[in-house]
């Protein structure tokens, strides 16, 4: 394409903006417009209904390079056969639509990396679908796709991230799907997920599993693990902790992410952690949690809507940099002191009545919030703290005290 050309194709996407204001284009280094996706400061959810398309304008036909399209979020009901004619298109975003159908040409598509089809009505997959061999990301949770796919098995040497919607429990062949490093969806059932070689990143929902499986092995690079209204979940396996390369390998200093949500019984976090980085572990309606490993770094630690009465056993054995849990019964923050890390304490609304003063060998605190707490004392040692800006005690006898 030459200069001209170039030109011309910059300045018919200015034009295209214009006509829909709700679209952003992005030019590369050549001239080209390579994607086409909603501004982000027009969000949908920020619009009103009117506003959503009902179908692809066919002006995105003067764009062939694009290699990025992105539709999310409108009311579309079907994908126009024109888009098949991007022959560089890599990534495929349709989710929250209202489609029915994945068309047979998705197949044509033979550069297409990502394909997002989360939050449709969509019900199977096509079998063109196996022709996309550079496939690296499929997601269809929240679709009406039951079960894994037998398609979904062609892309045993190229995807790397899968959400499913409902599986009762992965098939044995996930373990030949040697460049997977994400998995995600409603899965019924852990097993097969310590056969998968790469896996990193772990995101299940609404488990009906109570267990892991027996000889459950360790999964060697697992860095995320969030498991979010798994409410029949007991236990973790001890070999959870046992991974070779636990917080991954691309990071000089490897950190995990456990995020527990609602898991109502979840009891603890097994001894095999103990020694282990955490950039952040949340612990989020998890009220039967008790018990965690010691001499960990935890970033980030975040307990609400637990109503502890107590602390789980070895909590003040670690340390934490973020320590936020409100709605709870806590009544002491004896071993506080412990903390040698802390720069945040925001312990609000509970039934502390005293900041401890071993609280003053936590140097490095910024920030105390223990509003709505029925705190009595506050140790006068925290004026020595050099780094400490604010204490917040609204709503407290001590607050009242005061003014």
Same mark, same amino acid.
């Given at each position: ?33 390579? &994607?086409?996706?909603?501004?982000? &400061?027009?969000? /949908? ?5 009117? =506003? ?40 495929? =975003?349709?989710? =929250?639509? /209202? ?13 297409? %990396? %990502? ?10 997959? /096509? ?29 045993? &040497? ?27 969806? %409603? ?6 997920? =310590? ?41 973790? /396996? ?112 509970? %039934? ?52």
């Amino acid at each position: 394409m030459n200069s001209h050309q170039e030109t011309t194709e910059i300045a018919l996407s200015e034009k295209f903006k214009h006509k829909y204001a709700y679209f952003a284009t992005k030019i590369d280094s050549n001239g080209y417009v390579e &994607s086409i996706a909603y501004n982000e &400061s027009n969000h /949908p959810s920020l619009r009103d209904l009117g =506003d959503l398309i009902t179908e692809v304008p066919k002006e995105f036909l003067q764009f062939k390079r694009v290699k990025r399209l992105k539709l999310y979020q409108n009311q579309l009901t079907t994908l126009p056969d024109f888009i098949q004619e991007f022959d560089s298109l890599e990534e495929l =975003d349709f989710h =929250d639509n /209202p489609i029915d159908e994945l068309p047979e040409w998705i197949g044509n598509l033979k550069n297409l %990396k %990502k394909l997002d089809l989360s939050k449709t009505n969509i019900k199977e997959l /096509p079998k063109s679908i196996t022709a996309l061999k550079h496939l690296e990301v499929l997601y269809f949770e929240e679709t009406q796709i039951k079960g894994f796919p037998e398609e979904v098995l062609s892309f045993q &040497s190229s995807l790397k991230r899968l959400f499913v919607d409902e599986v009762e429990q992965l098939p044995e062949e996930i373990s030949a799907f040697d460049k997977l490093i994400e998995i995600g969806g %409603k899965i019924h059932s852990f097993r097969y997920l =310590d056969k998968i070689p790469l896996l990193e990143n772990i995101y299940i929902n609404d488990s009906k599993a109570n267990n892991f499986p027996p000889g459950f092995g360790p999964i060697h690079y697992l860095s995320d693990l969030h498991l979010i209204d798994c409410k029949f979940i007991t236990k973790l /396996p001890l070999t959870l902790g046992k991974g070779e390369h636990l917080g991954g390998i691309h990071t000089p200093f490897p950190s995990l992410s456990f995020w527990f949500s609602g898991c109502e019984k979840l009891q603890g976090l097994p001894m095999t952690f103990q020694g282990k980085r955490f950039l952040s572990l949340h612990l989020n309606g998890c009220k039967n949690f008790n018990y965690m490993a010691t001499d960990m770094y935890i970033g980030t630690f975040q307990a609400h809507g637990n109503y502890w009465h107590n602390m789980p056993k070895n909590f003040y054995k670690n340390d934490v940099k973020h320590f936020e849990m409100y709605d709870h019964n806590i009544i002491t923050l004896r071993g506080i002191g412990n903390f040698k890390s802390l720069r945040f304490l925001e312990v609000a609304d509970g %039934k502390i009545h005293k900041i401890p003063d071993e609280i003053c060998n936590c140097k490095k605190l910024i920030t105390i919030d223990v509003s709505g707490n029925p705190i009595k004392y506050i140790p006068d040692c925290l004026e020595d703290l050099e780094e400490l800006g604010n204490v917040y005690v609204q709503n407290t006898p001590y607050w009242e005290e005061k003014q």
